[in-house]
């Protein structure tokens, strides 16, 4: 949490109800007045799996299928399943099979309006 974002926390935590609820319409209304309109999230490319594909190189095409998604967002769970495969010996398809649900399910929490 940066510096903003925790003295906005330290303020709507000693607020009155009443006050907080006037913050965050205010907020609210800045937000609409100066936030860039949401862009549409594009769906995957289909990149289809080569039948053999190494750890990196799949990465490699999960960041080219999935444009719209931050890799710093998915940079630990990724560096863990690398890790393991070269540290631990696991084997590659098993990494690769969790690569890939580990990026679909962070464009699914994406495109979730709900999440």
């Known amino acids: 949490m940066n510096r ?9 935590g000693e607020l009155p109800p009443a006050q907080a609820e006037q913050l965050l ?10 936030a ?22 799949a990465i490699k095409r999960l960041r080219e299928t999935y444009p719209m998604l931050d890799p710093a ?19 590659s398809v098993e990494v690769i099979d969790e690569l890939e649900v580990l990026f679909r399910r962070h464009y699914e929490k994406r495109t979730d309006p709900e999440s």
């Open 25 to 34: 319409e205010f907020a609210e209304f800045l937000l609409s007045r100066h």
């Open 36 to 57: 860039s309109p949401a862009p549409e999230i594009a769906e995957p490319l289909d990149i289809p799996r080569p039948s053999e594909e190494s750890v990196v190189r």
């Open 4 to 12: 903003l974002e925790k003295r906005l926390r330290e303020i709507l």
């Open 73 to 91: 967002k998915l940079l630990n769970e990724t560096s863990m399943l690398m890790s393991q495969h070269v540290t631990q010996g696991r084997g």
